[in-house]
């Protein structure tokens, strides 16, 4: 069984920063790719930011320059920096990673529950 934990939402000032965490859990052989999403109430939700086990990273435009994604391979762990915070940024932030459990079984994305960063006055 393979669980994802976010951590480190909360309420933010405009112009504020934050750090969320993601660890990974379980019966894990290995982790690939591993990604933030989030989703605002009414909208769809997207791809925040991303990071292979590479350190490869890529964000959305609306994010870049603010946001900082990093993980540490060793604790299965991702986090994201979220520097100048504005209030559209505001959504519940999910985790997200591709992980294999065992050497003769393909890799599954797996989802986090989710942790809510609101950014307001």
């Known amino acids: 069984q393979v669980q994802l934990v976010e951590s480190g939402g909360g309420l933010v000032q405009p112009g504020g920063s934050l750090r969320l965490s993601c660890a990974a859990s379980?019966?894990?052989?290995?982790?690939?790719?591993m990604r933030w999403y989030r989703q605002a109430p009414g909208k769809e939700r997207e791809l925040v930011a991303g990071i292979t086990s590479g350190d490869s990273t890529i964000y959305a435009d609306s994010v870049k320059g603010r946001f900082t994604i990093s993980r540490d391979n060793a604790k299965r762990t991702m986090d994201l920096r979220m520097d100048s915070l504005k209030p559209e940024d505001t959504a519940v932030y999910y985790c997200n990673a591709d992980i294999r459990i065992a050497l003769n079984i393909g890799s599954k994305t797996y989802w986090g529950q989710g942790t809510q960063v609101t950014v307001s006055s």
């Open positions: 379980g019966s894990i052989f290995e982790m690939y790719a």
